[in-house]
């Protein structure tokens, strides 16, 4: 604990602690330390179990309390903090089997049997539950919580699930007839068997009937909160038209999940390491010939592609073939440098999955891809791979541009000036770490991603107090698929542009994904440093921006003529200006003037549920207009709107 309290962060001591079948007893918390990953045998699953004199709160902690500060034990506890993902989780009896508190969160395969509260919310602004089965309990989902000064939990959107045998499906302190938004709520595909009271509200009063004893139901759609279609706002508090889902994205009446692969059953000759195969990880060293020859003989012969925990500098693209497995081992980074990725005007991808029209199946998961220096031609995932049968799938593979040892992109480097004008002061391009994170390319079909984090440095994870810098991206996810692509508790930040862009794609599931404005913006507004380029559709700011009285930040997200979108859920924050969060406090509103902009004749059926917007003073433009304005839909922190559609 003392050495987690002395320095939160380091980028360079991973670590991973293998427990092997059998059943541990512990009297006090694990505590998993920063960087650390806990793993267990997945043919017979190891089994932690608390001591009959344990006393903490959690048998797993992240961040400990000091002793005599701990509460009654949680199946899982979280009270703080802005994430997240997880999922296939199983939970037996209990107070609450979770609790939960966090700005946003998306969890996904759930069991809860035999709780009080199934799940309990301390607090949050937006969480999205999918594919949960909660079974014999006495509330299924539990968000009366208040804190001092009003209801604290923003909004939660529950789909796909099932509740059986529950008295009581969804308990709110959210009156039928309320103006507020706190406590926002969408229910969707939610199937109820014996269950009395699907939602019930203040006073124990049935705000949505449940079933008859023994009964069953489905409820196909529901809300509370602020409704835009696309004019409003309106209060709700009953049944709404679910979204229109697109059959391409769905398996039965549900939307397509697929859990990350572990290769349980595979044999050990079956997988091939990076190091085994002559790579050095080392960080210097021009690993991309190795890699390059270990992926492609990998994917010929069936392998798994196992890369050892490392930093691999590549000097060039490294090209993944169709049919290749490649697993990380405690997430090694694969890292651009040189020469190669430095043209602004002629990007080159640093992984490029399949070429252009290139059918076939890949999975990818537990990695990072890094720059090195100044790299503003660096694509860092450039994905062209069709999947027409079986989706594609990327689990936890994260984008990390700058803001740690060895990108000389760190605090020496790149720090950040607030009090220097730019322009007329130039551009630091040494600090112009890359052109885009991930860029889906036309044509493709058929990608599932969960837990995917695209991120720019806003500080340096190796400083003690995690100063800011400056570090320029580009573009964050720029989407131009053709279709059937599902992003499933994604996170991108601190990009240039844009941080979401989808352009002439359809049928995309989003949910629950969270964004943030790059902290520098408008010092230089977001024209600077990247010229707009017409085939990417690039936002064009020299207009918009005015002389800084317009649009001068990057955008959350961004839909450019596109149809059948789904947002289940979505967090677009601008917290500063100019690094003063100032601009973020509740009614202030003007870090930017939009965060959310829908464009294009061809644009239809868009719907978004529970949209939380902080720091921008419109919510919504469509075409270049506000259609939804902040201030009118104030929640615990956010701005909150619980149905969108257009």
């Not at 059998?22 to 806990?38: A, E, H, K, L, N």
């Not at 939307?255 to 997988?271: C, G, I, T």
């Not at 698929?481 to 994604?490: E, F, I, P, R, Y």
């Not at 868009?606 to 921008?616: C, K």
Request: charged share 15%.
């Amino acid at each position: 604990m003392s050495k987690l309290l002395e320095h939160e962060s380091s980028t360079t001591s991973p670590a991973i602690v293998y427990f092997p079948s059998g059943t541990y007893r512990v009297s006090s918390p694990i505590v998993d330390y920063y960087f650390t990953q806990i793993i267990g045998n997945p043919n017979k699953l190891p089994i932690i179990k608390a001591a009959a004199n344990f006393s903490a709160t959690a048998v797993i902690e992240g961040n400990p309390y000091l002793p005599g500060n701990a509460d009654h034990p949680e199946g899982v506890f979280i009270e703080d903090g802005s994430g997240g993902f997880m999922s296939d989780l199983t939970f037996n009896g209990g107070q609450n089997a979770a609790f939960f508190g966090n700005q946003q969160f998306t969890v996904r395969n759930f069991t809860i049997n035999n709780a009080n509260n199934a799940i309990n919310m301390a607090w949050d602004w937006g969480w999205t539950f999918k594919s949960m089965s909660i079974n014999n309990c006495k509330v299924g989902l539990n968000i009366t919580n208040i804190n001092p000064v009003s209801q604290a939990v923003g909004s939660a959107t529950f789909i796909d699930s099932n509740i059986n045998d529950t008295p009581v499906g969804v308990l709110t302190n959210h009156a039928p007839n309320a103006t507020y938004t706190n406590s926002s709520l969408v229910l969707e595909n939610v199937q109820l068997n014996n269950v009395r009271a699907a939602v019930q509200g203040p006073g124990n009063a049935t705000l949505l009937f449940g079933t008859s004893a023994g009964g069953s139901r489905k409820v196909e759609g529901w809300a509370q909160g602020h409704s835009y279609t696309p004019n409003g706002p309106s209060s709700i508090s009953g049944t709404i038209p679910a979204f229109s889902r697109s059959q391409a994205l769905l398996d039965g009446d549900k939307y397509y999940e697929r859990s990350k692969p572990q290769y349980a059953d595979l044999p050990v000759n079956m997988f091939v390491s990076a190091r085994s195969a002559g790579a050095r990880g080392d960080g210097v060293t021009d690993d991309h010939q190795v890699l390059q020859d270990l992926v492609t003989t990998a994917a010929s012969t069936g392998r798994v592609v196992f890369i050892d925990a490392g930093t691999y500098k590549i000097t060039r693209t490294l090209y993944i073939p169709k049919e290749s497995k490649i697993v990380g081992e405690a997430y090694p980074v694969i890292m651009s440098s040189g020469s190669f990725f430095a043209n602004m005007d002629s990007p080159q991808p640093v992984v490029q999955v399949g070429q252009r029209g290139e059918e076939g199946y890949v999975e990818w998961s537990d990695t990072i891809l890094s720059t090195q220096g100044a790299q503003p031609g660096a694509v860092a995932i450039q994905w062209n791979l069709v999947s027409p049968g079986k989706p594609s799938g990327m689990w936890d593979v994260h984008v990390r541009i700058g803001g740690f040892a060895g990108s000389r992109l760190q605090l020496a480097d790149c720090a950040a000036t607030p009090d220097v004008a730019t322009p007329p002061a130039p551009i630091k391009e040494a600090c112009i770490g890359a052109h885009t994170s991930m860029h889906v390319t036309p044509g493709v079909r058929g990608l599932y991603m969960e837990n995917v984090w695209l991120w720019t440095a806003d500080h340096d994870l190796d400083d003690t107090i995690f100063t800011n810098i400056t570090v320029y991206a580009g573009r964050g996810l720029n989407m131009q698929a053709d279709s059937n692509v599902w992003l499933v508790g994604t996170s991108v930040e601190h990009h240039s542009l844009y941080q979401y862009q989808l352009s002439n794609t359809r049928a995309i599931f989003m949910g629950q994904i969270q964004s943030e404005t790059a902290y520098y913006q408008p010092n230089p507004d977001a024209s600077l440093p990247f010229a707009p380029v017409a085939e990417l559709y690039d936002p064009q700011f020299s207009s918009s921006c005015n002389n800084g009285s317009g649009q001068c930040s990057g955008w959350g997200l961004r839909i450019l003529d596109s149809q059948d979108i789904g947002v289940y859920g979505a967090g677009l924050y601008s917290f500063f200006n100019n690094y003063n969060n100032s601009c973020s406090f509740p009614n202030q509103l003007d870090c930017q003037k939009g965060i959310l902009s829908i464009e294009g004749d061809s644009t239809q059926n868009i719907g978004i549920y529970n949209l939380n917007t902080v720091g921008a003073s419109s919510m919504v433009d469509i075409d270049g207009s506000s259609v939804a304005n902040a201030s009118e839909n104030a929640n615990v922190f956010p701005d909150t709107i619980a149905v969108f559609k257009v």
